[in-house]
């Protein structure tokens, strides 16, 4: 097994998984090629959020089927981020959307901080053997 590696959405496009899972504490999804026959070697790509301190970061919500990201290539993916400010810091709304040519899906995670600490969420990615 590799090592997780940061990489953009972009990368996604044209990938196919044969599982996608939400950790029970909505704090990572994991998103899973079949294994080739050749290597039996497999993709996994993951959202997370690395805690620093003083900051909250969790999935709030799925729009959309996640059966529509399973056995169908990614034809699109993005990334908007919107940042605002509260009375204890601030907070930030990213959303990842996917389609596939069975759907759209789009995850929108949280984040909320004193306004000193990151509430990005990372995609990363690692091969499996």
Sequence with gaps: MSKWVNCNISR????SFA???????????????????????RWECRMIHHQECSEDVWLEDVTGDLDDLIGSEIVQA????????TDMGTQTATFYTFRTHKGTV???????????????VDIEKRLVF
Excluded at 12 to 15: E, F, Q
């Design 12 to 15: 996604m496009i044209g990938m």
């Design 19 to 41: 599982e996608v899972s939400v950790s029970s504490d909505k704090t990572v999804v994991v998103f899973a090629t079949r294994r080739t026959r050749l290597t039996k070697a």
């Design 78 to 85: 993005s990334e908007d981020v919107s940042v605002g400010d």
């Design 106 to 120: 789009q995850f929108r995670w949280l984040g909320e901080s004193n306004g000193y600490y990151s509430e990005d």
